[in-house]
T-cell receptor, first 111, second 113 residues
Framework: GQNIDQPTEMTATEGAIVQINCTYQ??????LFWYQQHAGEAPTFLSY????GLEEKGRFSSFLSRSKGYSYLLLKELQMKDSASYLC????????????FGAGTRLAVHP | EPEVTQTPSHQVTQMGQEVILRCVPI?????FYWYRQILGQKVEFLVS????????KSEIFDDQFSVERPDGSNFTLKIRSTKLEDSAMYFC???????????FGPGTRLTVL
């Protein structure tokens, strides 16, 4: 199958750091994306990993381990506006880029 | 900054009616996609389109669905005979080269009564 697993909900405090984990089936893998989605809005791109290691982009970083089928999104210096769903999506190999999304992790940031 | 646009933002229709959802992808993008998201559920791939033909489609994309690029800018999704379970948010997305990020439009909320 194409199961992509991530926690359903997380809570964190403003100014803190939070790590959102994602596991996926390793077969047919050609990249791992993280998107942010506020309620009622479209997903917006955060990060992309295709090789192992950490990609840093300001307050957001994403890590990938291809052998373990594991990724995480790290959010630093949390702000209230970071309250949103975070979607992990795997891109399949050999095709035309369809993204297979996880169900998303709903993050609530509290003061 | 260029963006994907979609119209209408909300479409209400009766079961059995045809609907056409419209998208204008980013102008220099070559790959186009439709996804849907039923309320409270995950984003699901429907179809990808490249070089004026469907390149991949999911099991959801049955004979009731079709896509078209009628001119150089629009990309449409048609549902021939809508069912209650077609009620969802439909997102159009586009990307430039094959291996780049997909940019999503704001979505069309389809409500089938």
């Amino acid at each position: 199958g194409q199961n992509i697993d991530q926690p359903t909900e997380m809570t964190a405090t403003e100014g803190a750091i939070v790590q959102i984990n994602c596991t996926y089936q390793t077969s047919g893998f050609n990249g791992l994306f993280w998107y942010q989605q506020h309620a009622g809005e479209a997903p917006t791109f955060l990060s992309y990993n295709v090789l192992d290691g950490l990609e840093e982009k300001g307050r957001f970083s994403s890590f990938l381990s291809r052998s373990k089928g594991y990724s995480y999104l790290l959010l630093k210096e949390l702000q209230m506006k970071d309250s949103a769903s975070y979607l992990c999506a795997k891109r399949g190999a050999g095709g035309y880029n369809k993204l297979i999304f996880g169900a998303g992790t709903r993050l609530a940031v509290h003061p | 900054e260029p963006e994907v646009t979609q119209t209408p933002s909300h479409q209400v229709t009766q079961m059995g009616q045809e609907v056409i959802l419209r998208c204008v992808p980013i102008s220099n993008h070559l790959y186009f996609y439709w996804y849907r998201q039923i309320l409270g559920q995950k984003v699901e791939f429907l179809v990808s389109f490249y070089n004026n033909e469907i390149s991949e489609k999911s099991e959801i994309f049955d004979d009731q669905f079709s896509v078209e690029r009628p001119d150089g800018s629009n990309f449409t999704l048609k549902i021939r005979s809508t069912k209650l379970e077609d009620s969802a948010m439909y997102f159009c997305a586009s990307s430039r080269p094959q291996n780049n990020e997909q940019f999503f439009g704001p979505g069309t909320r389809l409500t089938v009564l």
